[in-house]
């Protein structure tokens, strides 16, 4: 879990990431979500925080994760890292990710990463 920096203030963009179908296979699926879960989140995390985000200390959001920026150039450039990080990591099951960033003016949505 990232550390408690403090949250941006001001005009942010903030970054969401949800692991598509987790409850399924989390069920179905268990040994590869025990392993792709943990490292999915890490992932996130590591490279929101690389590119100038901010994660709460405690999200209890499961599967999913948000970040705030202070700056869009940033979120958006942690959405592709992200899933140029997640689509080269070695998965023990198809995973989907999507990654989105929102804030005020136009938003992209940059849909999903299907994991191999």
């Known amino acids: 879990m990232m550390e408690d920096v ?8 903030f970054l969401l990431s949800d692991v ?22 890490q992932i996130v995390e590591e490279v929101a925080s690389a590119h100038g985000g901010v994660l709460p200390v405690e999200q209890g959001e499961g599967d999913s994760r948000l970040a705030a920026f202070p700056r869009a150039a940033g979120a958006l450039l942690a959405a592709l890292a992200i899933q140029r990080a997640m689509t080269d990591e070695p998965w023990p099951e198809r ?7 929102r804030g005020d003016g136009p938003c992209a949505n940059f849909g999903r990463a299907a994991l191999d």
């Open 95 to 101: 995973v989907a990710l999507r990654v989105s960033a």
């Open 20 to 41: 598509e179908g987790s409850t399924a296979l989390r069920e179905t699926k268990r040994d590869a979500m025990a392993v792709a879960l943990p490292r999915s989140l």
């Open 6 to 13: 403090g949250l941006p203030s001001g005009t942010l963009t």
